[in-house]
């Protein structure tokens, strides 16, 4: 299925050039032959997406500049506001071609598709004022960062329905270094911008781009149903703080495939509230599919659940996971205050190679909005289903802490196969060249099974010939087939 220009192919030149005016867009001959329609135009390019559009224009079209200098903050949220004139007739796209577009936020809107060309690249402001300072997300009661605002994100959108983000692989650059550095000396007062947040929003397809260098975190759905995100590569320098790469917050029915990230944090962090206002918003992240995914990140977790989950996180699947020297390959991370749950997690077929642990959970994170957070929130960790794991060069197994008189329990692991990392020589004056000890295993106040698993689990998990389970059934998000359009 085509895309049709926002210049209706039918009228005559003179009623074309009207229309053209009226609208107040620029008809470009060489870029629109017929001011428009693709009929006869060359080279289009075939992407997916849920939904197609009919109306088509491109960032050039409004006197943007792709030179990497001049900034077009006014010329995409005029290019923006104008197609969405037409938005409600068989949806908007708006295509960045070749170039270095300078930007400061923009919103999207709804029914609208922004596509950037395999060699255009986004290149994000590092002026605080191309950002506009938002509120709070209410499932959090403060900034991430700080107790203060919250820059909003470089591609924002609140309140939507059926918008993507997509490309033949264009990229989008954060040029994050300025914003890690007054983090990090605490010149900060309001917390970073995200690359791409999207706010109370349904029909949310972000996919076929290189997310690059973000202030904080990459991709940022939160209050979100029916998400796709899939063909995204995400890079940052392994030491940027917070630079994690896909948050699903408080979203139903998401999916992640075939993606790759390398980051300073999280590769994914599945996410649904902080302490007292988690509670109280109470909404969960739930029915979301994890498949096909690659990470890197030597300081945290391929898969995080939490720290921030008081809204609950629930029925996560994960598979056919890579995990290359990362400190961990799932991380469960809770405390006391946080309340809600994480339950009903299945995560299989997943390939660890130099870990610090493939499996950790922790009851005592910490980290809490403010003093007003209820200590007795207890959080229940339960029914937690690991299978068909491998793993070479791991340093420790399982690192399992639940919460003393609170213990994690329905911990499942079955055909779990670890090979522990060479442990080096150390010399001893007294014994010659001796091996140091490290157990593989550390548990406390867990409980579950496990079956053919190596190295031997700790006694908490009991060896016993059950199979752990994953549901047979497909969640409604896994139905949605893309469909073929062009731009």
Request: charged share 20%; aromatic share 8%; with cysteine.
């Amino acid at each position: 299925m085509g895309t049709h220009s926002i210049f209706h192919t039918n009228f005559n030149v003179t009623k074309r050039s009207l229309i053209c005016f009226i609208l107040g867009f620029l008809c470009i001959d060489a870029a629109y032959p017929n001011c428009g329609g693709n009929e006869d135009l060359k080279g289009t390019v075939d992407y997916q997406a849920i939904n197609c559009r009919k109306h088509s224009a491109s960032l050039a079209d409004f006197g943007g500049k792709g030179d990497g200098k001049t900034s077009n903050t006014a010329v995409f949220k005029a290019a923006i506001a104008n197609l969405s004139k037409v938005a409600s007739d068989g949806g908007a796209q708006l295509v960045v071609s070749p170039g270095r577009w300078l930007t400061g936020s923009f919103s999207l809107i709804s029914h609208f598709t922004l596509y950037l060309h395999k060699d255009a690249v986004l290149l994000a402001s590092q002026e605080e004022s191309d950002y506009l300072l938002i509120d709070p997300l209410p499932s959090y009661g403060r900034g991430r960062d700080a107790a203060g605002k919250r820059f909003q994100s470089l591609i924002f959108g609140n309140n939507l329905t059926d918008v993507i983000v997509t490309g033949g692989n264009g990229t989008i650059e954060g040029q994050g270094e300025i914003w890690w550095k007054k983090f990090k000396s605490g010149q900060l007062h309001n917390t970073r911008p995200y690359l791409i947040e999207i706010l109370y929003s349904n029909q949310l397809q972000i996919s076929d781009l290189t997310l690059k260098n973000s202030p904080s975190w990459h991709v940022h759905p939160t209050y979100c149903r029916d998400v796709i995100i899939e063909r995204l590569t995400i890079l940052a320098p392994i030491d940027s703080p917070n630079t994690d790469g896909i948050n699903p917050d408080s979203c139903t029915n998401t999916r992640i495939r075939d993606s790759y990230v390398v980051s300073g944090d999280d590769c994914i962090a599945v996410k649904s509230g902080w302490d007292q206002y988690g509670i109280k918003f109470g909404m969960p992240t739930q029915h979301l599919s994890i498949r096909k995914f690659t990470c890197i990140s030597p300081d945290s977790a391929v898969i995080a659940l939490g720290s921030e989950m008081s809204g609950g996180i629930q029925d996560v699947r994960a598979e056919e996971i890579y995990a290359i020297n990362s400190q961990s390959g799932v991380r469960i991370k809770t405390a006391p205050g946080r309340g809600a749950y994480v339950k009903d997690i299945y995560v299989r077929n997943m390939t660890m190679n130099t870990m610090k642990y493939a499996f950790w959970m922790t009851g005592a994170y910490g980290s809490h909005p403010d003093e007003g957070y209820d200590p007795k929130a207890i959080p229940v960790i339960n029914n937690i289903n690991y299978m068909e794991i491998t793993g070479k060069n791991v340093t420790i197994v399982g690192n399992l802490a639940g919460i003393e008189g609170h213990p994690f329990t329905g911990i499942c692991m079955n055909d779990v196969i670890i090979e522990l990392a060479k442990k080096k020589i150390k010399k001893s004056i007294f014994f010659g060249e001796i091996k140091p000890k490290k157990l593989p295993w550390n548990c406390t106040d867990i409980s579950g099974t496990s079956n053919n698993v190596s190295p031997t689990p700790c006694g908490l998990l009991q060896d016993k010939k059950v199979k752990c389970s994953f549901p047979a059934d497909k969640l409604d998000i896994d139905n949605v087939e893309l469909k073929t359009c062009s731009v």
